[in-house]
């Protein structure tokens, strides 16, 4: 049973800093990416926005809006992977989900994803 647990989140003012924590346990085999989205009052789960991603590989991606201000990173020995927040803003406001997504099956040359998304943790900017 594959279980993705985030923690870090909090109140914080205009130009603070938090750092998000996601611990999976369980195996997860053949991720293809991992990525920390958000959610913002008022959408839904299908409206999240990827805000930072990395894959196995090591390869990074940002939002427009958090490039020089977020650093996505992972510890494989812990099975933990971090979101770094610098100089936040209240449009980081939301909530945010630590997200894995992995092949679940392949048939001939069609490959199944799957995805484990975490519980989410509030992040809010306010003076």
């Known amino acids: 049973q594959v279980q993705l647990m985030e923690s870090g989140g ?3 003012q205009p130009g603070g800093s938090l750092r998000l924590v996601c611990e999976a346990t369980g195996n997860i085999a ?3 990416s991992m990525d920390w989205s ?7 789960a299908l409206e999240r926005d990827m805000v930072a991603s990395i894959t196995p590989q090591g390869a990074t ?3 427009y809006n958090v490039r ?3 650093t996505i990173s ?3 020995a812990k ?5 770094q927040m610098n100089d936040l803003k209240p449009e980081d406001t939301g909530v945010y989900y630590c997200h894995v997504n992995y092949v679940r099956a392949t048939k001939g040359w069609t490959r199944y994803n799957g995805d484990y ?3 989410g943790t509030q992040v809010t900017v306010a003076s």
């Open 68 to 70: 020089g201000r977020f």
């Open 10 to 12: 909090g109140l914080v």
């Open 117 to 119: 998304w975490g519980q």
């Open 79 to 83: 099975n933990t992977l971090y979101l």
């Open 61 to 63: 991606n940002y939002a």
């Open 38 to 44: 958000r959610q913002v009052p008022g959408h839904s």
């Open 30 to 32: 053949n991720i293809n």
């Open 74 to 76: 992972r510890d494989d």
